[in-house]
């Protein structure tokens, strides 16, 4: 049986503080189990958050058959499990066992770990991971080059140890990327293209931010930048940094509905969990209706929850700016996300209508932002000449992009 104590921060302001104890068991061959517990102290602090919906604010232990949703967000995903597995495997020369989730929690980077929580041993002062080597934009080929190496099924542990060294376990998502810092020290994730993409995955994800933009959807601060003769990587500032490098605290939709990767879930649901932990309830409602609308525009159909956050005002949690979302040629790909049980194309017009209700929104309201977001993604041609996207690449696009259907 494995047994692993941390001791939990929230880094607010760039203070962390304590806010309790995690104790985690791993039966051999079961799942790992979570025992967590709010220290006094910060049970006593005023507006003290619920650092997962999961986890009230309550004394005494509260058990979890499984990892808080909160710290598998600050975890890696497939891309960064990828690479903490090939260097775990190199070091441990086939011997060791197979990590298990609270192994990749504590191999994250704790500077670019996602949100605002940390990690520590119990009597300790430094954070896991304490390392907080990130490399600048300049470095940018060397990180590309490391994450085709990567992409080519490789054990080059110089590329690994590259891209480690650049916070890349700490990123979620199957795409290649590293975390880099700008002239200012800003973070910003760098998203590189795949050698098996059939089309320029990163100018198209740039082209849709710039519409969502222009449909008054928030979105990151983002860059297109030439990295070699052929390849462009995206820079996307981290918006669970401030300006001067504070943290903010984030959980995903997968968290806020307690649901696990593979579940079914709908927009919906997403919707009651933001009446439930919102801090603007309805302005952030109305916001999710415009991100859907825009959605159903673009064709973008790879919208699971782990493609939606929140991040902790002081009131409760907030829709954190759009991010992973792209439009997909496939004009009959049916969506990973249901709108008011609809997932397909010729059902998503009366899903529309009804997540509308949902949304607390009366149907001039509704009309109106199918108007404003079908003005804005009218204009994507245009926009995709405006990223350099290859006229051929914008043909093939045509299907995807739909304002007329919100009409």
């Avoid at 009597?123 to 991971?129: A, E, H, V």
């Avoid at 390849?231 to 981290?238: D, E, G, I, V």
């Avoid at 609308?293 to 493609?307: E, K, P, Y």
Wanted: hydrophobic share 40%.
């Amino acid at each position: 049986m494995d047994n692993t104590q941390l001791d939990v921060y929230l880094d607010l302001g760039g203070i962390p503080q304590p806010v309790g104890q995690a104790w985690f068991t791993q039966r051999r061959g079961g799942p790992v189990t979570t025992v967590f517990a709010y220290s006094p102290d910060y049970l006593a602090t005023p507006k003290s958050l619920s650092i997962d919906p999961a986890l009230e604010l309550v004394s005494g232990n509260q058990h979890i058959n499984a990892i808080p949703g909160a710290f598998q967000d600050s975890s890696p995903d497939r891309w960064g499990r990828n690479l903490i597995n090939k260097r775990h495997a190199a070091s441990s020369d086939g011997r060791a066992r197979d990590l298990n989730e609270v192994d990749y929690l504590i191999r994250v980077s704790d500077r670019t770990r996602q949100g605002a929580l940390r990690f520590a041993r119990p009597g300790q002062t430094s954070f896991i991971d304490p390392d907080d080597r990130v490399p600048k934009l300049i470095h940018l080929p060397r990180l590309l080059q490391a994450s085709q190496a990567i992409a080519r099924n490789t054990d080059d542990l110089d590329a690994v140890k590259a891209l480690l060294d650049a916070g890349s376990g700490s990123l979620g998502g199957a795409r290649p990327k590293a975390s880099v810092l700008d002239q200012n020290d800003q973070l910003y994730v760098a998203k590189f293209p795949h050698r098996d993409d059939d089309w320029d995955v990163m100018g198209w994800e740039c082209v849709a931010l710039d519409l969502a933009d222009k449909a008054g959807i928030t979105t990151p601060e983002r860059e297109l930048v030439p990295v070699s003769d052929s390849h462009r990587a995206l820079l996307l500032r981290r918006f669970d940094r401030t300006e001067g490098g504070n943290r903010l605290p984030y959980i995903s939709a997968m968290t806020a509905l307690a649901a696990s990767d593979g579940d079914w879930h709908d927009y919906s649901d997403i919707a009651q969990a933001l009446t439930d932990i919102g801090a603007n309830v309805n302005q952030d409602l109305h916001a999710l209706y415009r991100r859907v609308t825009f959605s159903v525009a673009i064709h973008n159909t790879d919208d699971h929850l782990r493609n939606h956050g929140f991040l902790a005002t002081g009131g409760g949690w907030t829709l954190a700016p759009l991010f992973d979302v792209n439009p997909n040629p496939n004009p009959s790909a049916a969506r990973v996300t249901g709108i008011a049980g609809s997932t397909t194309p010729d059902e998503e017009a009366a899903g529309l209508v009804h997540l509308a209700e949902a949304c607390r929104l009366k149907p001039d309201q509704a009309h109106q932002i199918h108007s404003e977001v079908a003005a804005a993604v009218a204009t994507w041609s245009d926009a995709a000449n405006n990223r350099g996207i290859k006229p051929a690449e914008i043909a093939r696009f045509d299907a995807a992009f739909s304002p007329s259907a919100l009409r």
